[in-house]
């Protein structure tokens, strides 16, 4: 059985007992009220049924919690997948009628000294967002073979001192995530790779998370750096 349909099942079973709690609690309440209940509950009594319902609820909660975390985690493990052959390119000034893929390769060949590389390696290629006069936006490129994007990746030091700088394309968790580690941690003790946030941390050892479960686990254990960030 997937998570999905597990998720339901509880959801049906707890909704049941819900409303079955919640029947008697409302019966019990009625008829202390009108009076027609022949051995009255005391206070205590009706507080007891009380907190037996209020924890009942607290665990579904709790429970329903956990699930949509798991459920959220494993689409955004699907989504950071899809993106596996996906870069982007930031500072490639916009040009009237560009052709982006022939920039691309250009800038490949002879910024990134990959002679090799032509169209043909490139699936798809659009900026992203919407036009904006006083910034250039982002290229999406999506390679046809992951090894033609792995090779692309580790040569993005060679636009090291240029306005042009290449990222991967990370999901919207995965990102607020990287962004929060860079703040903590420190902009040069954090990086991505294939989708998962490295971080460095103080005593040396590096460690891979992809949440922000994990993220605030390592804040919990390690001052933030008291280096100021630029």
């Not at 996906?86 to 893929?101: A, I, N, S, T």
């Not at 929060?180 to 460095?200: E, M, N, Y």
């Amino acid at each position: 059985m997937d998570l999905a349909s597990q998720m339901n099942n509880n959801l049906q079973h707890m909704m049941s007992i819900f409303t079955s709690r919640m029947s008697e609690f409302e019966k019990i309440l009625a008829e202390q009220v009108s009076g027609s209940s022949g051995t009255p509950q005391t206070v205590k009594a009706l507080a007891a049924e009380y907190t037996g319902f209020k924890s009942f609820i607290l665990d579904a909660i709790t429970i329903l919690k956990k699930e949509i975390e798991l459920l959220v985690h494993g689409y955004d493990h699907l989504e950071s997948q899809s993106r596996r052959k996906v870069l982007l390119f930031h500072g490639l000034p916009e040009k009237k009628d560009e052709v982006l893929q022939d920039r691309i390769v250009t800038l490949i060949n002879d910024q990134m000294k990959i002679a090799d590389f032509n169209d043909n390696g490139i699936a798809t290629c659009h900026r992203l967002g919407e036009f904006k006069k006083d910034r250039s936006r982002p290229v999406l490129v999506r390679f046809s073979q992951l090894r033609t994007r792995s090779t692309v990746w580790n040569a993005k030091t060679k636009l090291k001192g240029t306005k042009v700088s290449v990222k991967e394309f990370l999901t919207k968790p995965r990102q607020e995530v990287f962004t929060a580690a860079r703040k903590h941690f420190g902009i040069t003790k954090c990086w991505s790779a294939d989708g998962i946030i490295v971080i460095l941390l103080p005593n040396g050892t590096r460690k891979k998370i992809t949440s922000m479960h994990q993220l605030q686990e390592l804040q919990s254990q390690h001052a933030p750096n008291q280096v100021t960030s630029k």
